[in-house]
């Protein structure tokens, strides 16, 4: 059968009963009747025409029904975000030990959260520096359980450190062209935390307590600054760049910047112990102890001047290992001097009782020897 004979066949049957066609308006009208009594609605009702006003307040009426419930519902949540927000500005100068410092560090967590992966080191690191600063605050604070604070306090200090670690080898190996930037950004924070260390250090009302806890912060500063190097150099090696070579010899002079300062800050440290060694006749044993670190330190400075030699050649790993060496010397003759200092000081502190206590004993036994004669001239 062709096209033109199947549209002739459609065409002469399209209106055949059979198949559903050939309504008549009678038909309809009857089928409609029969539909609409079976429905129960009366079947020759017209359709209602609504203006813009049933249309408005149809709407009124539905939306009411909700805002009900939507109102105290979104009061509760606005209560809750601004209590949380004025609890998390409250909370931003507490330390360790206080009823909303875990705010604090669920503030910080949040942060995190919504950084981008290349801004979360440099974020850690502000979060390490506040954990110093939160040291600091308790050492000057009259807190009870110091010791423990401190100790909770540096705890964090090095959990930042570590994740701020972390998030560097995963930019690492995702981009390592942006790693550089971001070990760039991380490495001058870590040179600011270890410069905040030894301030902490060098203070005079420096407990004992802080003391040890700023030695095992340094470690793990260097540990930081070491692998920031260690991107730079490694990226520079797989890529040689212009650009790259220009920063890592911003980034030594920086480390030998900074090096020089903290060898010539721990100098006037021994000088201090050197000078209270010498005024005090029962700390002479330690004279020797205290110049032989004093030269440790002063020794550093030839160091110093190799290391920069090597970089100016070209010898960029080479350069930092050397200086990743006299950092190592420079924390093992600081913990030696903190060591030298704990030790000092607490010999003095025992002779400063000692004579205290001396001084208390001496008035009594002369008042007795006073009070004797006169008790017999009473009898």
């Not at 290349?118 to 390490?128: G, M, N, T």
């Not at 900074?258 to 010498?278: K, S």
Request: proline content about 3%; some cysteine; aromatic content about 6%.
């Amino acid at each position: 059968m062709t096209e033109q004979e199947l549209t002739q066949l459609l065409s002469r049957v399209k209106d055949a009963p059979t198949f559903g066609g050939d309504f008549s308006p009678s038909e309809k009208k009857r089928l409609w009747e029969k539909t609409a009594a079976r429905l129960g609605f009366n079947a020759n009702e017209k359709q209602k025409s609504y203006t813009l006003v049933d249309y408005l307040s149809f709407l009124r009426e539905e939306t009411g029904m909700y805002m009900h419930q939507f109102v105290p519902v979104f009061s509760v949540i606005c209560f809750v975000l601004l209590g949380g927000w004025v609890a998390s500005v409250q909370a931003a100068t507490t330390v360790p030990g206080d009823v909303l410092y875990p705010v604090k560090l669920a503030t910080e967590r949040v942060q995190v959260s919504f950084a981008s992966q290349e801004d979360r080191p440099a974020l850690h690191a502000e979060f390490a520096q506040r954990r110093l600063d939160e040291v600091s605050e308790i050492q000057g604070s009259a807190r009870e359980g110091k010791t423990e604070l401190v100790r909770q306090a540096v705890e964090g200090f090095k959990k930042e450190i570590d994740n701020a670690r972390q998030d560097l080898v995963t930019v690492q190996g995702a981009d390592p062209k942006q790693a550089v930037e971001v070990a760039v950004n991380l490495n001058q924070k870590t040179d600011a935390l270890a410069a905040s260390l030894s301030q902490t250090a060098e203070a005079s009302q420096t407990g004992v307590e802080v003391k040890e806890a700023v030695v095992q912060a340094l470690e793990r500063v260097a540990e930081a600054s070491d692998q920031t190097i260690d991107t730079l150099v490694t990226t520079h090696e797989q890529q040689p760049e212009e650009e790259t070579a220009d920063q890592l010899k911003r980034e030594f002079q920086e480390e030998v910047k900074g090096l020089f300062g903290r060898a010539a800050m721990d100098v006037r440290r021994a000088q201090t112990i050197a000078a209270v060694v010498e005024s005090k006749t029962e700390l002479r044993e330690f004279q020797s102890g205290v110049e032989m670190i004093r030269q440790a330190f002063v020794d550093q400075d030839a160091a110093l001047t190799e290391a920069m030699n090597i970089v100016a050649a070209g010898g960029y790993r080479a350069g930092f290992d050397r200086l990743k060496q006299i950092q190592q010397k420079l924390l093992a003759t600081e913990t030696s001097l903190t060591t030298l200092e704990i030790e000092i000081t607490s010999l003095i502190s025992a002779s400063e009782n000692v004579t205290e206590v001396e001084s208390v004993e001496t008035p009594s036994m002369q008042s007795e020897e006073v009070d004797k004669p006169q008790q017999t001239i009473s009898f």
